[in-house]
Each structure stands twice: as C-alpha cells, then as structure tokens.
C-alpha cells in the first residue's frame, strides 16, 4: 500500500503565504485532497481534484501538483486558518484504497 | 443539503463488537460510496474502509480481518462492525460520503462519534 508524507509543522505570518506539501509515490497517479480539522470539530473538504474547491472554501486556496508531490498553498494566511490539515488520495495499487498522511499542523503567528 | 449522523456505543469494553451507523438525511445512500474514518486522541486520520450501496466494499489491511461493512436502504444508513476492540481502537469515528466524480474526495462527513475501549 502506499504512503504519503506531510510535515508535521508549518508556520506562516499573519497575511503571507505558506505551503504545504504532501509526497507519495500515489499522487503520480491520483491529485490529492486536503482536508481542514480544527480541535473537537470534524474535517472540512478544502481541495479536491486537480485544484477545485468545493463550495464555501475561500479563494485563498490552492492546490498543486508536481511529480509526487502535492501542495496545498494558502495566499494570505487568516487567523482562522490555523488547524491541522491532512492530504489523501486513492492508492495506486489498483483496488478502491485510500490513504491519509500524517497531517501538518498549521500555526498562523 | 446532505448530512450524516454517526450513532455508536460510546463505551465499550475488550474484546467487544461495537457497531456504529452513520444516517444519510439531504440524499439517498444510492448511488454513492460511503466509507469510514477514524482519529484516535491526538493521532491523525486513519481510513478504515469504503462501501457501495450496491455491497460492495474493501477495507484497509490492517484492519480487515475485523471490519464488517453494511449499508441498509431502507433506513438510508449504512454500518460499520469492528470486532475484538483494544484501547488501540479508542478514536472518534467518523462516516463520509465519497465523490467519485470529484477526484475521490471525501466530500461530506458526519460530525463523528467518539468510541472508548476500556474495561
């Protein structure tokens, strides 16, 4: 089965711009989602497909893809975009998997 | 607008077979794939196991051996069955609905019920 690898930890400034990366050898095959979770609060769809959001989602985010790699980029971080935030995607080896990563905690100073 | 409702057991003991319903409100279970997540206490998102309305269904291999999914029509639900639970198995756990025509995402989710292994 397939991994995908997310940092554990990233920090942005008020306002600026952070990326957050997702790599497994799956995204060669299938886009990644992202998902938004705040404390007590269950996961909010942010991106799917190849950089769709879904309705609802502010602008502000963006999503990538290069090789096996997948980002998740958020221009002009928000105080409310403070929460973990997991990539997924089917697993490569053909059957009807899926995969979370570890999840990467966004701190916004 | 679709929404799901996870329902379980809230506390149970060693070795028990817990089962847990997720209600479809909004749409019905047909034609969708449906599936289950879970997030033990401070550890991050684990997926457990998709199913179609249709029976089909596959389950991740560390778990597989003792998940049993089911969906119901008539209620517009749909179930999971984890049997010989440990404290490893304490986690909120979640139902969500998956967009195949929308990269696969995991589109809806209910707001999840919390399961505690413990005697």
């Known amino acids: 089965s397939s991994e995908l690898t997310q940092d554990p930890a990233v920090s942005v400034a008020l306002g600026q711009t952070v990326r957050i990366t997702c790599q497994g050898d799956s995204l060669r095959s299938y886009y990644a989602s992202w998902y938004q979770v705040k404390p007590g609060q269950a996961p909010v769809l942010v991106i799917y497909d190849k950089n769709n959001r879904p309705s609802g989602i502010p602008d502000r985010f963006s999503g990538s893809r290069s090789g096996n790699t997948a980002s998740l980029t958020i221009t002009g971080a928000q105080a409310e975009d403070e929460a973990d935030y997991y990539c997924n995607s089917r697993d490569s080896g053909g059957n009807l998997y899926w995969v979370f990563g570890g999840g990467t905690k966004l701190t916004v100073l | 607008q679709v929404q799901l409702q996870e329902s379980g057991p809230g506390l149970v003991k060693p070795s028990e077979t817990p089962s847990l319903t997720c209600t479809v409100s909004?749409?019905?279970?047909?034609?969708?794939?449906w599936s289950w997540i879970r997030q033990p206490p401070g550890k991050g998102l684990e997926w457990i196991g998709y199913?179609?309305?249709?029976?089909?269904?596959n389950y991740n291999p560390s778990l597989k051996s003792r998940v049993t999914m089911s969906v119901d029509t008539s209620k517009n639900q749909f179930s999971l069955k984890l049997s010989s639970v440990t404290a490893a198995d304490t986690a909120v756990y979640y139902c969500?609905?998956?967009?195949?025509?929308?990269?696969?995402?995991?589109?809806?989710w209910g707001q999840g019920t919390m399961v505690t292994v413990s005697s």
């Open positions: 969500a609905r998956i967009a195949v025509t929308g990269g696969d995402a995991f589109d809806i």
């Open positions: 909004g749409d019905s279970v047909n034609p969708y794939y």
């Open positions: 199913m179609h309305y249709s029976g089909g269904a």
